[in-house]
């Protein structure tokens, strides 16, 4: 199994990005999928995440700015990130569960699979 987070790259304040997680040998349709982010310095986030039955989370320090999303006919899911801010620079994961969640956990240790981060950085 293997993840593939992209879509990083440099935007000003204010800008959009849209996050992609695609997975080779592994069905993203239905399984629990969790973004995470780690900006310098600091530990690890959860920040959003679609469980097996689509129910979602999103941090504080996202919600209302960020969207995930499923395209079953890419085998992928999308983290829309509008209105960014500076603290929103960080090296983004994607991560992917076997485990069946009715809600998706939000830390790390329940994902057994990574993509590699996509870095964002949101700066003028």
């Known amino acids: 199994v293997q993840l593939q987070a992209s879509g990083g790259g440099l935007v000003q304040p204010g800008g959009s990005l849209r996050l992609s997680c695609a997975a080779s040998?592994?069905?993203?349709?239905?399984?629990?999928i969790g973004w995470f982010r780690q900006a310098p310095g600091k530990e690890r986030e959860g920040i959003v995440c679609i469980s097996n039955n689509d129910n979602t989370f999103y941090a504080d320090s996202v919600k209302g700015r960020f969207t995930i999303s499923r395209d079953i006919a890419k085998n992928s899911v999308f983290l829309q990130m509008n209105s960014l801010k500076a603290e929103d620079t960080a090296v983004y994961y994607c991560?992917?569960?076997?485990?069946?969640?009715?809600?998706?956990?939000?830390?790390?240790?329940?994902?057994?699979?990574w993509g590699q981060g996509t870095q964002v950085t949101v700066s003028s």
């Open positions: 991560a992917a569960t076997t485990s069946f969640y009715v809600y998706c956990p939000v830390v790390g240790e329940p994902y057994e699979y």
């Open positions: 040998r592994f069905n993203l349709d239905y399984n629990t």
